[in-house]
Structure formats: structure tokens, C-alpha cells
T-cell receptor, first 112, second 112 residues
Framework: EAQVTQNPRYLITVTGKKLTVTCSQNMNHEYMSWYRQDPGLGLRQIYYSMNVEVTDKGDVPEGYKVSRKEKRNFPLILESPSPNQTSLYFC???????????FGPGTRLTVL | EDQVTQSPEALRLQEGESSSLNCSYTVSGLRGLFWYRQDPGKGPEFLFTLYSAGEEKEKERLKATLTKKESFLHITAPKPEDSATYLCAVHLSGAGSYQLTFGKGTKLSVIP
């Protein structure tokens, strides 16, 4: 089944404790992206990747890192999480950047 | 100023009561407009892509249309299972052309 998977689905952590949210797609898509969704603010893009080893900042990149070493994986790294990064995070992928993006199930992160 | 505006923010309909949701965008150079459906706590689910003014697409009770500055999602004889948040996103040419910009969504509730 064609899909985007994310892990973990739920995470509660404390300020400053480094964490990684994994994202994987099995559709051989070139483009991958991370979003956060907050009440009243909608979906905002954090980082995106046009292809392996090619990443760029979205609208809200502060406090986040990404890497794209393999085509199928695009992990989101929070080196020192803070409470304002408490949010619902989505990974998405598309064949190329202008194609339809398909979303993962989401990761609900709480930073205490 | 928001580049993508959705209205209304929330809409309550009786089952069978047809209506339309609006998505307007303020920038030029549209390369694609996307409609998604999102259920609470889940990832957005792709519905339609529209590329040029005058284009229409249909799926079951939903029909999406596109003009030069806005798109409408028409819901005909809605059922309770159509209750969800409907998101609109645009893909633009030029600066930011590798990103999707989302509206804040319209939360639809269909009452039996």
C-alpha cells in the first residue's frame, strides 16, 4: 500500500531533550516536506526537500533540523525542544514539487 | 496578509442542505490549487487538484471549481460523514514555488 508513515505518533518530552520524528514514504517520491499545524494558524511548512541531499527552509524553520540521506526517509530533528514546539506535525511527499502532496498520519508532540 | 483565505471559518448544514466553501488567493502565478479533507487528529486527505480557470472536478457529492482568483468547493446534499475540515492550498510560480501555501480551513458540520 502506498503510504507515508511517521513515528512516533504521540510523544511527550521535556524541554531540551533532543528528539527525532521519522518519516518514510514507499512511493519513490522525490519531494518531501514537514508541516506543523496549530489551532488558528493552519498548516505551516517547516522544511522541504527536493531530492536526496537537497533541503531548504520553509516558513517556520527555527528550532528544527532535517536531513535527506535516502530518498524514502526525511527525519525531523529537534535539537533542544521548547514548549512552543508543542504541535501536531505532518510529513508529506509528492512525486515532484508541483504534484499533489500525500500526508502522513501525524505526530502529536507535547514539550513540557 | 494571508495569501490564501478560506470562508466561512465554520459552516453548519442540515443533512441534504447544499452549500459552497470558498478559497480565495491574492497572489498571481498560480500553478495549482489543491483541496484536502481533514478529519480531527488525522492527516489531510487529497480531494482535487485544479490548474486553470474554468476547470471543474467532481467526486461523489463534491465539486471543485476554479476562477482566476478563487475556488469553490460545492457540496451537494451533504451527509453527516462529510463533516470535516476542508483545506485549500496553492502552489505558486516564482519565489516560494517549491512550497504549498495553505488556508486555515473551513470546518464543516453536517447535522442529521
Amino acid at each position: 500500500e502506498a503510504q507515508v508513515t511517521q513515528n512516533p505518533r504521540y510523544l511527550i518530552t521535556v524541554t531540551g531533550k533532543k528528539l527525532t520524528v521519522t518519516c518514510s514514504q514507499n512511493m519513490n517520491h522525490e519531494y518531501m516536506s514537514w508541516y506543523r499545524q496549530d489551532p488558528g494558524l493552519g498548516l505551516r511548512q517547516i522544511y522541504y526537500s527536493m531530492n536526496v541531499e537537497v533541503t531548504d527552509k520553509g516558513d517556520v524553520p527555527e528550532g528544527y533540523k532535517v536531513s535527506r540521506k535516502e530518498k524514502r526517509n526525511f527525519p525531523l530533528i529537534l535539537e533542544s525542544p521548547s514548549p512552543n514546539q508543542t504541535s501536531l506535525y505532518f510529513c508529506a511527499s509528492s512525486l515532484i514539487h508541483k504534484d499533489t502532496q500525500y500526508f502522513g498520519p501525524g505526530t502529536r508532540l507535547t514539550v513540557l | 496578509e494571508d495569501q490564501v483565505t478560506q470562508s466561512p471559518e465554520a459552516l453548519r448544514l442540515q443533512e441534504g442542505e447544499s452549500s459552497s466553501l470558498n478559497c480565495s488567493y491574492t497572489v498571481s502565478g498560480l500553478r495549482g490549487l489543491f483541496w484536502y479533507r481533514q478529519d480531527p487528529g488525522k492527516g489531510p486527505e487529497f480531494l482535487f487538484t485544479l490548474y486553470s480557470a474554468g476547470e471543474e472536478k467532481e467526486k461523489e457529492r463534491l465539486k471543485a471549481t476554479l476562477t482566476k482568483k478563487e475556488s469553490f468547493l460545492h457540496i451537494t446534499a451533504p451527509k453527516p460523514e462529510d463533516s470535516a475540515t476542508y483545506l485549500c492550498a496553492v502552489h505558486l510560480s516564482g519565489a516560494g514555488s517549491y512550497q504549498l501555501t495553505f488556508g486555515k480551513g473551513t470546518k464543516l458540520s453536517v447535522i442529521p
